[in-house]
């Protein structure tokens, strides 16, 4: 027997595919992009006895017949690379659905085994399966039946994995006889072609019959045109089309299956239809998808707060001090001590500020889409989306926009029409990310203190009009043509998020994001620390290379009320992520410097402090938690205002009111960062991203001018 | 009787029982959507009219179907 086997896990989206890998691997596991392809494939590893197993997470497809890059995935490495063993995961409570995936793959000859998921839902539903007679009905298959988060044992899968791998798996379909008869002629055609070996005969000729010619793209001119003759000829004898009949007939196989199979008593009415009059329903559902969206935010909102005052704390106070008496203590220059302290730390601080607001996020879309309402949100707002001739389906990028446009960019690959995925790539970035956040917290803190909620609130709002607006008029402009595209899309049954794969979820999407914008940022803040620096013994910031250029754009910001040197400065910088919006105030208004004296606590206190700020801003986070269920009613009432931290006062310097919001709404709609310009050039080139930076100068500028000018008229400057 | 009267989805009400006759789509569209289940013959419902896409029970799933591809789906009412 052979050391090592490699196995692969096939089934539909939503049929619990992602929590069996991780029950397999737990955390030796990493996530790559198919060579040459889009679509990420998650390939891990597990050992038992003397054996590793390496184990890849195929896409969740609903057939292997190469329409979409997931399913020619998810084929390719059945019949090319010919694993040991294929996991079919299969839902039991939608068995005749799932049975046409498991078909195809029996079809492939690879050794199969099918795990039985979910048999808790299809019992509540009244369904019985009768497994023996199901592993009959398939050609003797092994089938194997466990709940993934109940009473799954991955020990008792593992010896099953290793017991079934190799065994031979000979089902072979019998299709109506005038399909049987092509695939007849076909089939030794195939058998003389040297480069076509690789294929089970049969199955290809089935295949070639669906419509799926890539396969035969390198072969002899000579064998092509047999094969284009027969399958030319092959269409004359059918009414409909022969891949829709042979689709069709595998149906027919199912039905005759699952009528023997499975015996039906009459089930409660499910939980998901009964949560879906509501949550799904014309009148509530759109009501309901904008509640839920406020209490995201203010989650999000309510968490980052406190954990914010309390890093700016530590950063400001003893680390800055620390790092300041250890720079003393090493007799180290004093540009040294400038470039650490007041570049490297406070980039660094501008980062990890936001961290916990951004974990929050992530976790929320976790539990949005884990629990299935994701989908639902892209149901109801199809209605909406269609007037920009998109469906419902493109609204799921934009959602995960609000975590970090740059995977949302890439999340458009879902949709099918190209026109349709560019022009959702234009709006994604007037969804507000997570980075632009901490940019709302300080402004909001500084000018709304008590509203700083509805301030925040009132940016997402804006931020999906002008996206609605914006898709409106492209798609009678710019794309004129048909961009709409049809949806079909599975609305799956709620379930629980498991604690353990949200948390999962966030922590690697937080930890990518911090090793990313991490990275950009402390580059970022020393090239930057140099340039208010420069030329060598500047004075005045306003006099640096960085202050002379931010003051020639001033200018234009100023019908905006923001043409301040430090306001464009700081935008410029933003380019490159818009967090360094924050950093860079940080950095111009040298923040550090009043509070360094203040805190000369000795270390022993310091470390005190630092630990009793986080034990504070935990206490606050889970009151302003609870507060958000309770609207209306005050649990906890605030004994004394947030404590302002020192670039609020420095902001209410340069800003009133009404330029704050107007800037904020700059910072909203404005080019989201490099690396999401950058996501848009590798998917749709460079004439697609051009546009998206022209459309996302142009918007801010006209409407945050229409802010400051419309709130100056109304007397609100 | 309705039985055989041949009419498109977007104009059955919600809740009754259908029959597909037939998809009248591009070759892609239609293979895919009989791959999801949405073969001749299959009875579903449809669950939720929201405006726009519509819900459906077919085959122990929920599939929404964008409103144009469901003028697009030709049924027979076969019950309630």
């Known amino acids: ?717 | 009787m309705h039985s055989n009267h041949t009419l498109p989805l977007t104009h059955v009400p919600v809740g009754k029982l259908v029959r597909l006759v037939e998809i009248k789509g591009g070759r892609e569209i239609t293979h895919r959507l009989v791959e999801m289940g949405f073969n001749p013959g299959v009875e579903f419902k449809i669950i939720q009219d929201a405006g726009g896409p519509l819900l459906l029970a077919i085959r122990d799933s929920r599939i929404a179907l964008g409103r144009s591809m469901a003028f697009r789906v030709l049924v027979q009412i076969v019950g309630n």
């Open chain 1, 1 to 717: 027997m052979k050391k090592s086997l490699r196995i692969a896990l096939a089934g539909n989206p939503n049929a619990g595919k992602s929590t069996i890998f991780n029950a397999l691997t737990g955390d030796d596991q990493h996530v790559g992009n198919w060579p040459g392809k889009t679509v990420e494939v998650k390939t891990g590893y597990f050992q038992i006895d003397d054996l590793k197993v390496e184990i890849t997470d195929l896409p969740g497809t609903y057939s292997l017949s190469s329409f979409s890059p997931e399913e020619e995935i998810a084929r390719n490495f059945l019949i090319q690379e010919k694993p040991d063993l294929v996991i079919n995961v299969v839902d039991a409570s939608n068995l005749e659905r799932n049975l046409y995936l498991t078909l195809q793959v029996l079809e492939t000859h690879v050794p199969t085994l099918i795990l039985l998921n979910m048999n808790d839902v299809a019992e509540r539903r009244g369904l019985t399966l009768n497994t023996k007679l199901l592993s009959e009905k398939l050609g003797g298959v092994e089938i194997i039946q466990m709940t993934a988060n109940k009473n799954f044992s991955g020990d008792e899968l593992k010896r099953k994995i290793i017991a079934t791998a190799g065994t031979q798996n000979d089902l072979h379909l019998e299709y109506p006889k005038p399909i049987t008869e092509i695939i007849d002629q076909l089939v030794p055609v195939i058998r003389q072609e040297a480069g076509l070996k690789i294929y089970d005969p049969t199955h290809l000729a089935v295949q070639l019959l669906e419509g799926d010619r890539h396969l035969i793209d390198d072969i002899s001119l000579e064998a092509k045109n047999t094969f284009s003759k027969i399958l030319g000829k092959s269409q004359e004898n059918f009414e409909e089309d022969i891949s829709i009949a042979i689709a069709d007939h595998r149906y027919k196989i199912i039905q005759g299956i699952t009528e023997k199979v499975i015996s039906r008593k009459k089930g409660d009415v499910s939980f998901s239809d009964r949560v879906d009059n509501f949550v799904t329903n014309k009148f509530f559902g759109i009501p309901i998808f904008f509640v839920t969206m406020y209490i995201v935010f203010q989650l999000v909102q309510n968490v980052s707060a406190p954990y914010l005052d309390w890093i700016d704390g530590v950063f400001t106070g003893p680390l800055t001090h620390w790092a300041t008496t250890f720079l003393i203590w090493v007799n180290a220059p004093d540009w040294v001590s400038s470039l650490i302290v007041d570049g490297v730390l406070a980039g660094v601080g501008g980062i990890l500020v936001f961290l916990p607001g951004l974990f929050m996020m992530y976790l929320l879309l976790a539990i949005l889409e884990q629990s299935g309402y994701m989908a639902r949100a892209a149901f109801v707002m199809d209605r909406f989306m269609n007037k920009a001739r998109l469906h419902g389906k493109s609204f799921i990028p934009m959602i995960l926009g609000f975590g970090c446009n740059v995977p949302a960019i890439y999340a458009t690959r879902t949709i099918k029409k190209p026109e349709a995925r560019i022009l959702t790539s234009l709006l994604i970035p007037f969804m507000s990310c997570s980075a632009r956040l901490p940019v709302y917290l300080i402004f909001g803190m500084a000018f709304f203190p008590d509203k700083s909620n509805i301030v925040i609130f009132s940016l997402y709002l804006l931020g999906i009009l002008v996206a609605a607006s914006i898709g409106i008029i492209l798609s009678r402009t710019l794309f004129r043509g048909e961009t709409l595209s049809i949806m079909v899309m599975e609305l799956p049954p709620y379930r629980l998020p498991t604690l353990s794969s949200i948390l999962k979820y966030a922590k690697n999407q937080s930890s990518k994001f911090v090793k990313n914008a991490g990275t950009i940022i402390v580059v970022f803040s020393t090239i930057l620390w140099l340039l208010l620096n420069l030329p060598w013994g500047v004075q005045n910031a306003r006099d640096s290379y960085f202050g002379q250029v931010s003051n020639s754009i001033a200018p234009i910001l100023a019908p905006a009320g923001f043409g301040t040197w430090e306001a464009s400065g700081s935008l410029v910088t933003g380019l490159v992520a818009k967090e360094i919006v924050v950093s860079t105030f940080a950095q111009i208004y040298h923040i550090p410097q009043e509070e360094i004296a203040e805190s000369d606590l000795g270390l022993g206190l310091e470390f005190k402090e630092i630990a009793v700020g986080f034990g504070e801003a935990t206490i606050l986070a889970g009151k302003e938690t609870l507060e958000v269920f309770t609207p209306g009613i005050t649990l906890f009432p605030d004994e004394e205002l947030r404590e302002d931290i020192g670039l609020s006062k420095a902001l209410r310097s340069s800003f009133t009111p009404l330029s704050a919001y107007a800037f904020l709404v700059f910072v909203l709609l404005y080019v989201p960062c490099a690396a999401t310009m950058g996501a848009q050039k590798q998917e749709f080139g460079w004439k697609w991203m051009t546009v998206s930076i022209a459309i996302t100068l142009i918007v801010p500028w006209i409407l945050s001018v229409l802010v400051f000018q419309g709130g100056t008229l109304l007397g609100l400057g």
